[in-house]
């Protein structure tokens, strides 16, 4: 299958900093990038939807002033948790839809965020 | 009632058996399935994509679709103790997704 990158996978940070992850579509270009956020024992939650160029679609209760996400290019798309706190710990996956004949989604590695 | 409804389990299943995970969804409008398998501490890892009545096979894995009755499955034969993960049921591209169904297969 395609291959999408997470950068980082882990990052533990001081509450109130910010933290910026990276999602990139290596060997495709993605029309939309997706960002989900996973707890413990829990399913995905979709965040926000990001198309190339246009501002995010953010799902309802997501704030999209704290979830920055700035998609810059076809294959790379940049969540940043502002102001991050300990609630803000989560698995934070990012997936891109490869479009074209066959129409799949695919997911990053997932980034871990710990903020103390 | 959820979108995506799926039975958390666990399921459990011996080694070499059938293993039949199901998913219920409640948009009629919807074209787009996919299962995913998500080992503990990893993304998702997508196994199947459906989107047309019928079933669907992959080497081990069947996907079965019924839109009538807003219904889709995933048959894993000859399971194996490395098929032990969370499955997720998907649908369409926004992708929402089911809780997810814990198989364990014992060896």
């Known amino acids: 299958g395609a291959v999408v990158s997470q950068h980082p996978s882990r990052v533990i940070c001081k509450s109130g900093t910010s933290v910026k992850i990276e999602c990139r579509s290596l060997d495709f270009q993605a029309t939309t990038m997706f960002w989900y956020r996973q707890f413990p024992k829990q399913s995905l939650m979709l965040m926000a939807t990001?198309?190339?160029?246009?501002?995010?679609?953010?799902e309802q209760g997501v704030e999209k002033d704290k979830f920055l996400i700035n998609h810059a290019s076809l294959t790379l798309s940049t969540l940043t948790v502002t102001s991050a706190h300990p609630e803000d710990s989560s698995f934070y996956i990012c997936?891109?839809?490869?479009?074209?004949?066959?129409?799949?989604?695919?997911f990053g590695p997932g980034t871990r965020l710990t903020v103390l | 009632q959820k979108e995506v409804e799926q039975n958390s389990g666990p399921l459990s299943v011996p080694e070499g058996a059938i293993a039949s995970l199901n998913c219920t969804y409640s948009?009629?409008?919807?074209?787009?399935f996919f299962w995913y398998r998500q080992y503990s501490g990893k993304s998702p890892e997508l196994i199947m994509s459906?989107?047309?009545?019928g079933d669907k096979e992959d080497g081990r894995f069947t996907a079965q679709l019924n839109k009538a009755s807003q219904y889709v499955s995933l048959l894993i034969r000859d399971s194996q103790p490395s098929d032990s993960a969370t499955y997720l049921c998907a649908v369409s591209f926004k992708t929402i997704f089911g809780a997810g169904t814990r198989l364990f297969v014992k060896a």
């Open positions: 459906i989107y047309s009545n």
């Open positions: 990001s198309n190339e160029g246009s501002k995010a679609t953010y």
């Open positions: 948009d009629r409008g919807s074209q787009s």
């Open positions: 997936s891109a839809r490869s479009g074209g004949r066959r129409d799949e989604q695919f």
